[in-house]
């Protein structure tokens, strides 16, 4: 009966020995379950910063848009935009007036009040 329990005991601290040595495939699905959340929270917060760039385009666009519709409009508008491209193109302020049917002290009105642009 000695032996019996002398051969259990030794097999028991050899079950535990290579228990130790044994994977733990336990372990190894935690680490994995955690780099997959890491990584989800690292696209999340990718695509969330994506998304308030892109919202911030769209509103200053939007913002863009209700300005230059009431401004497009206008004919005058188009008509000064008109003159002061091609007086940067070097045409003369009475080719200009020619051109656009308009009086040569509107056209130099429209290029005095857009110097800064012009330079």
Known sequence: ???VIIILFIISIALIGISFFQRDNVKELEQELDHLQLSAMQEIYKLKKKMRVLEEELLQNDVLGNQNSTTVDEPEMLNKSRVI???KQGMSMDA???????????????????ERVLT
């Open 96 to 114: 200009i007036a020619l051109s656009e049917n308009v009086k040569l002290e509107e056209v130099k009105s429209i290029v005095e009040r857009n």
């Open 1 to 3: 009966m000695g032996i």
């Open 85 to 87: 491209s091609k007086y």
